[in-house]
């Protein structure tokens, strides 16, 4: 009768499992392997960015909402400095818009610079001859 350890039977069955198969285009495949791996790596690196960024994004939305809860504690408590006014009472003013009329204003046709020129040489004539 044959009788193995368990350690010497351990040993035996690993060796008798072995087997080695050729790979053709090994390079190519461990390429392939490699540029997956890369893929993969990126597209962890920008799910963690996402992650962080969904995180900042919650982070900036309790704040806003603490904020808003603070800022409605400060306006009840201005309320209670208050005065009480009735509601009823208070009416606001009714503002009526006024339309502008349009109004025709005669606008006075520019003269052109001989006109002007011979006016001023009248004027000057009519002084001239209230002198002499």
């Known amino acids: ?5 368990l350690r010497q039977y351990k040993m035996a069955k690993k060796e008798e ?4 198969v050729g790979i053709s285009g ?5 390429r392939d392997v490699l540029e997956c791996s890369k893929g993969i790596l990126e597209t962890l690196k920008e799910h963690e ?4 960024l969904r995180e900042e994004k919650i982070k900036l ?11 409605s ?9 208050l005065p009480k006014v009735k509601e009823v009472g208070i009416k606001k003013p009714v503002v009526k818009e ?8 005669d606008v006075p046709k520019e003269r052109n610079e001989i006109e002007k020129l011979e006016k001023e040489l009248s004027e000057i004539e009519s002084k001239l001859s209230s002198l002499g």
């Open 61 to 71: 939305v309790r704040k806003f909402k603490d904020d808003v809860k603070g800022i």
């Open 49 to 52: 960015k996402f992650k962080s």
């Open 17 to 20: 499992n072995l087997l080695f």
């Open 1 to 5: 009768m044959y009788c193995l350890s």
């Open 98 to 105: 006024e339309r502008t009329k349009a109004v025709k204003v």
């Open 26 to 30: 090994g390079n190519e495949l461990r």
């Open 73 to 81: 504690r400060l306006i009840s408590s201005l309320r209670g400095y």
